[in-house]
């Protein structure tokens, strides 16, 4: 690399430039000289400059032994080193950009990294009983969460807007919260979309239990026999129907992405979630128009 002049040259004027940009001179628009520009080799650098963009540094590449499914080294000339795993590479693949994508590339080069083969390695690893035992284990986590949504749903500051709106926007969310994630983050964890109803069956039913448990002991301590038997059967149908309703709503991405050879997208269930947000809220309106029956 050619080094730095000590002195800094003169500009065909004679206006000796200053440090940062020159705008003192006759021109106040100059670009900086060249040798202002000190480039750098640092993978952390915070560099905006083109010559920054990983495709354009000087580095070596090479697999480290002993990686699930492998990984990178990329050696800089200044020698330090960062290490990119496969899903890293797979998470910010170019294949993936609409340009690149299969969906307009009919020659897509078929050892690229692309998400989607990230996700048919992992799926290819995971095994059918491991994603039973993640399966069980939300179904487990369903109630801790259930009781955060009863604890809300119990909150009734806000009125009428908390209990049509706020409440049931909140409870399915939240008793589809790990599932979801699951989707987005770990698709490969389930392998078949049954198990994803079986979670959304699972939130409402845990939800369900929980939300009778504090209305029936705690807000009403003295229930009648009417309103015990309608919240442990029409109550307990209504969660269980929204959550399957918006768990459908999560297997409709799931099937998207097999489709479409892409990254899961909730938009492609919003409608089924937004119809369970709507039917719990309509009935939540009607209970409390209906209130005195009780």
Same mark, same amino acid.
């Given at each position: 690399?050619?080094?730095y002049?000590?002195?800094?040259?003169?500009?065909?004027?004679?206006?000796q430039?200053? +440090?940062g940009?020159?705008?003192?001179?006759?021109?106040?628009f100059?670009?900086?000289m060249?040798y202002?520009?000190?480039?750098?080799d640092d993978?952390?650098?915070?560099?905006q400059?083109?010559?920054?963009?990983?495709?354009l540094?000087?580095? /070596? #590449?090479?697999?480290?032994?002993?990686?699930?499914?492998?990984?990178?080294?990329a050696?800089?000339a200044?020698?330090? +080193?960062?290490?990119? $795993?496969v899903?890293?590479? /797979?998470?910010?693949?170019v294949?993936d950009?609409?340009t690149?994508?299969s969906s307009?590339?009919? @020659?897509? @080069?078929?050892?690229?990294?692309?998400?989607?083969?990230?996700y048919?390695?992992?799926?290819?690893?995971t095994s059918?009983i491991?994603t039973?035992w993640? $399966?069980c284990g939300?179904v487990l986590?369903?109630?801790?969460? /259930?009781?955060?949504?009863?604890? #809300?749903?119990?909150?009734?500051g +806000? &009125?009428?807007?908390?209990?049509?709106?706020? %409440?049931?926007t909140v409870?399915?969310?939240l008793?589809?919260?790990?599932?979801?994630?699951?989707i987005?983050k770990?698709?490969w964890?389930?392998?078949?979309?049954g198990?994803?109803?079986?979670?959304? #069956?699972? %939130?409402?039913?845990? #939800? /369900?239990?929980i939300e009778?448990?504090?209305?029936l002991n705690i807000?009403i301590? +003295?229930?009648s026999?009417?309103l =015990?038997?309608?919240?442990? $059967?029409?109550c307990?149908?209504?969660?269980v129907?929204c959550s399957?309703?918006?768990?459908? %709503?999560?297997?409709? =991405?799931?099937?998207?992405?097999?489709a $479409?050879?892409?990254?899961?997208?909730?938009?492609h &269930?919003? %409608?089924w979630? =937004?119809?369970a947000i709507?039917l719990?809220?309509?009935y939540n309106?009607?209970?409390?128009?209906?209130? @005195?029956?009780?």
């Amino acid at each position: 690399m050619a080094e730095y002049p000590d002195e800094k040259p003169q500009r065909p004027d004679g206006h000796q430039p200053a +440090n940062g940009p020159d705008i003192d001179g006759p021109n106040p628009f100059a670009v900086p000289m060249s040798y202002q520009v000190v480039p750098t080799d640092d993978l952390r650098s915070r560099d905006q400059s083109v010559t920054a963009e990983p495709w354009l540094q000087p580095k /070596a #590449f090479m697999p480290l032994a002993g990686d699930t499914p492998g990984a990178i080294e990329a050696s800089s000339a200044s020698g330090k +080193n960062a290490i990119l $795993t496969v899903a890293d590479l /797979a998470e910010h693949s170019v294949w993936d950009e609409p340009t690149t994508s299969s969906s307009l590339v009919s @020659d897509q @080069d078929p050892n690229a990294i692309t998400w989607y083969g990230y996700y048919l390695f992992k799926a290819s690893q995971t095994s059918a009983i491991r994603t039973w035992w993640v $399966t069980c284990g939300i179904v487990l986590l369903a109630g801790p969460l /259930a009781i955060l949504g009863a604890l #809300f749903n119990g909150y009734s500051g +806000n &009125g009428l807007v908390m209990v049509v709106l706020m %409440g049931p926007t909140v409870e399915e969310i939240l008793k589809l919260a790990i599932p979801l994630w699951v989707i987005e983050k770990r698709p490969w964890l389930f392998s078949q979309g049954g198990q994803v109803l079986v979670c959304a #069956f699972a %939130g409402g039913m845990a #939800f /369900a239990v929980i939300e009778n448990w504090v209305y029936l002991n705690i807000y009403i301590p +003295n229930p009648s026999e009417r309103l =015990v038997v309608w919240r442990w $059967t029409v109550c307990v149908l209504l969660h269980v129907s929204c959550s399957i309703i918006a768990g459908t %709503g999560l297997i409709r =991405v799931r099937q998207q992405m097999h489709a $479409t050879r892409s990254r899961p997208q909730l938009i492609h &269930g919003a %409608g089924w979630i =937004v119809a369970a947000i709507v039917l719990h809220g309509s009935y939540n309106l009607a209970a409390v128009l209906l209130n @005195d029956l009780f």
